[in-house]
């Protein structure tokens, strides 16, 4: 990973704005998503924007304005983090009403389906392998039980998973980004199809 000010000044950010969270289910720190996002995102390309979004991806849906606002990513990073930040958010907000599971997935879905530009794909695709990845070992160690986490079941988990591989695979990026998804996502299919 390249470690520039702004990718460490985006590190701070998203160690401040997630301080106190955890992984659904876990005692994990939820900073490691970002952390481990940005990483995955790093060995794909060494564009500074690129990281310092993967660091924030998670901040405009499901962290407060009071805490830090999509104003404060602006004029911290600029337009281009602030554009890829929001390519990749579901359409929620801290203290606003949700949609359905199902809504928001299908709309994020069908977003995605329409994006040419790599670099919210490369983040989108390093999140849900990260996710991915966190899910199989988390499997490994506690069972079918991992899925009481959700707010979906399994298998509305398993056909997200099944439609995001399906995106990447037909976007432009990186041979080995998508060899990395499918294989995971193939692991998945195996555990809910058990």
């Known amino acids: 990973m390249i ?26 720190p ?3 998503h970002p952390v481990g996002v940005a990483m995955i995102a790093s060995e794909y390309t060494d564009d500074e924007d ?3 979004a993967a660091l924030l991806h998670d901040i405009l849906e499901d962290v407060s304005d009071q805490v830090y606002s ?16 929001k390519d990749v958010s579901e359409d929620k907000r801290v203290g606003e009403p949700e949609k359905p599971w199902r809504e928001r997935k299908e709309a994020y879905l069908e977003h995605l389906r329409t994006l040419s530009d790599i670099e919210p794909l490369l983040v989108s695709v390093a999140d849900k392998i990260h996710n991915l990845m966190s899910i199989l070992a988390d499997h490994d160690t506690v069972g079918d039980i991992i899925w009481n986490r959700f707010n979906a079941s399994k298998e ?16 432009i990026l990186p041979e080995a980004l998508k060899t990395r998804c ?6 998945l299919e195996e555990i809910v199809h058990a």
Request: glycine fraction near 8%.
């Open 3 to 28: 470690f520039t000010d702004r990718v460490n000044h985006a590190l701070i950010v998203a160690s401040r704005a997630h301080g106190g969270e955890v992984r659904k289910g876990t005692d994990i």
């Open 30 to 32: 939820y900073v490691s």
């Open 50 to 52: 690129t990281i310092v």
């Open 70 to 85: 999509l104003e404060d990513m602006q004029r911290d990073f600029g337009e281009k983090v602030v554009g890829i930040v």
């Open 156 to 171: 509305d988990e398993f056909w997200y998973y099944r439609e995001l591989t399906e995106i990447a695979s037909q976007k």
């Open 182 to 187: 499918n294989m995971l996502f193939t692991r």
